[in-house]
Every structure is written in structure tokens, then in C-alpha cells.
């Protein structure tokens, strides 16, 4: 599990490093399980993941959400989010929006769980995910092009504003996350940070 988060997700992956070594495990388990039904959606599920290494992932996913009692809507809103990648791949403003809120918003929920947030912090959890789902759109825009995905146009100076706004809603709520857990959120928003002055 780790190395799928390693490959797919470095800058992430080595700003958890400092997490406690429970709470890194359960994230493994959750951003592997993203990423394979992700590179399956995509054609691309290949060497990474065998059948049998599949059935672990999903087995592993399933504990983590029975553990952190992850809600039945997140995983509907992030299946249906990856089944909108098979049939969709023109987007309006509202339609990436919707988006959104099964690739990266349903995320920030379950991440916020396994920090240990409070239900209550769930809009800071949506809109840190957004954020990051957003800047991504931007610093993968050929990339996804390339491979017939237009989620957001040229015009990135609306989308960083976007990305600015919803940073600053997510990053409002970092107090909900245990103090001793909050400095790998920081650092990658830090990161993200620094690809949207890069871009600009």
C-alpha cells in the first residue's frame, strides 16, 4: 500500500512521514484503494496490482472506513466521481464543481476522520480537498488533455482563485485536527502553495 501512495503521491507521501505510524497506515490503505480504482477508470491498472494485490486494497479500504466509520455518501459521491471519467470528460464550471465532491471533497472527509476531526469541521475538510483537487486540475491541465480530460479551461486565473478561496476555508479549520497531527497538512499546503505562485 505504501509504495502506491509513494509512486503516485510524493509530495504528500513524504510530508505524512512525520504522522504516527498507526495513523500512516490507515492512510496507505485509503489513498491506495483511491488510486487503483482511479487507474483502472483510466485504462491504466496494470503491473501496479495484480487480482490478488486488488483484493487486498479493497479488503484493507473496507477496515479503514468500518474503523473511522466513514459515511456512505462519501463513497457514493467518490464512485460516482470516477464513473463520471468513463461517460464525461468536457466540463463546465458546474459540472468540475460537482466533480469535486467525490474526487477530492469526500477525500478531505475521510482524511479529516482519520486525523481524528469532529463532524463539525466537515466544510474545512471539503473545501482543503477542493483546494487541492483544483491546483491539480492546473498543474496537470496538458497532462489530463492529452489524455482527452478537460476539466477547466486556459483561463487559470479564476481557477487559482478558486484555489485560494477554498485553501483559505480549509486551512480555518486546521484547529479541528489534533495539534501533534496538524504540521504535515501545513506542509502541504505550504506545497500546493508554492505550485500556484509557480504557475502564477
Known amino acids: 500500500m505504501e ?6 503521491s510524493t509530495t504528500f ?5 512525520s ?18 480504482v482511479d487507474e483502472m477508470v483510466e485504462g491504466e491498472y496494470g503491473d501496479e496490482c495484480e487480482f490478488g494485490e486488488w ?3 479493497v479488503d484493507s479500504f473496507y477496515e479503514v472506513s468500518d474503523k473511522y466509520q466513514f459515511e456512505g455518501q462519501w463513497l ?4 460516482n466521481a470516477m464513473l463520471t471519467d468513463l461517460i ?15 474526487s477530492a471533497e469526500a477525500v478531505g472527509l475521510m482524511m479529516s476522520r482519520i486525523l481524528g476531526c469532529p463532524p463539525h469541521a466537515d466544510n474545512h475538510a471539503r473545501a ?3 483546494a487541492y483537487q483544483i491546483i491539480n486540475f492546473i498543474r496537470d491541465y496538458e497532462e489530463d488533455k492529452a ?17 485560494y478561496e477554498a485553501i483559505d476555508e480549509g486551512m480555518d479549520g486546521l484547529h479541528f485536527i489534533p495539534e501533534e497531527l496538524q504540521e504535515p497538512i501545513i506542509q502541504a499546503t505550504h506545497g500546493y502553495m508554492e505550485i500556484a505562485k509557480a504557475i502564477q
Not at 504522522?19 to 487503483?36: H, N, Q, S
Not at 457514493?76 to 464512485?79: A, P, R
Not at 477547466?152 to 487559482?160: A, K, R, V
Open 3 to 8: 509504495q502506491i501512495m509513494e509512486k503516485f
Open 13 to 17: 507521501y513524504e510530508c505524512m512521514q
Open 19 to 36: 504522522f504516527p505510524t498507526e495513523v500512516k497506515e490507515d492512510i496507505y490503505k485509503l489513498y491506495a484503494y483511491l488510486r487503483v
Open 55 to 57: 483484493r487486498r486494497v
Open 76 to 79: 457514493l459521491d467518490f464512485h
Open 88 to 102: 464525461h470528460k468536457e466540463h463546465t464550471l458546474v459540472s468540475m464543481l460537482e466533480y469535486c465532491k467525490g
Open 128 to 130: 482543503l480537498g477542493r
Open 147 to 163: 489524455k482527452g480530460y478537460h476539466y477547466i479551461t486556459e483561463s487559470f486565473d479564476f481557477y487559482l482563485q478558486l484555489f
